[in-house]
């Protein structure tokens, strides 16, 4: 009776150790079976404001000042949008703000974005909307194992090109909208130095130049 238990422990204990070992051969059954990747780039729009003191006039030097100030901290940069909240629509406030952000190669557009809080008398909200292209939850390697009963793509598949992409996209906007065009073809203006190349005058269509050994020259 006890060898029959020993036998029957026994293998009992070699059928569970062949189950594990060939769990763990059996690979991944699930994820992406497409060629889409999961990671996709994701745009993300956060605006920043500063209050200045406005007047009849628009804006004194010294808000002119504390504004340029504000804009050499924020770094702008291609891709940001300036906008302006004036309740009163001042033309000489918004071309004291366009003439300082001019200085950055930057201009003001249209309507401003809601932001929190109310605009107080006697001052205009300067907006600048920075969008951002981020790709989340990368780098994944969460999946331990290569093989895939499935043939399901990689956890971290399109981790690479897709954060390459949104990092060097020069604005993030046109991931979500193309930018308009302006009438002007890429094939256009390529052509320019082209053109100009055919068009010059040969060096030597003039004959050469008499030269003289005589006196070094």
């Known amino acids: 009776m006890g060898n029959r238990n020993k036998r029957t422990a026994l293998t009992a204990a070699i059928t569970l150790s062949l189950g594990l070992a060939l769990s763990g051969c059996g690979g991944f059954t699930g994820g992406n079976t497409s060629l889409e990747s999961v990671h996709q780039p994701v745009v993300e729009r956060t605006n920043y404001t500063l209050d200045v003191t406005s007047g009849p006039g628009g804006l004194s030097l010294p808000e002119q000042r504390r504004l340029a100030g504000w804009f050499e901290a ?40 809601v932001t929190p809080g109310a605009v107080n008398a006697g001052t205009v909200r300067v907006v600048v909307t920075r969008t951002t292209a981020s790709v989340p939850g990368c780098p994944d390697w969460s999946r331990k194992t290569d093989v895939s009963l499935n043939n399901a793509t990689s956890t971290n598949y399109g981790c690479a090109t897709n954060s390459n992409f949104a990092s060097m996209v020069a604005d993030p906007e046109h991931l979500l909208k193309g930018a308009a065009g302006s009438g002007q073809t890429v094939v256009m203006s390529s052509t320019k130095a082209i053109d100009s190349y055919r068009e010059a005058k040969p060096t030597g269509e003039g004959g050469l130049k008499a030269e003289s050994t005589k006196d070094g020259k």
């Open 74 to 113: 924020m770094d702008l940069r291609y891709g940001d949008k300036i906008s302006l909240d004036d309740p009163l629509g001042s033309a000489a406030t918004l071309a004291a703000v366009e003439s300082v952000a001019g200085r950055y190669g930057m201009l003001v557009s249209g309507e401003a974005p």
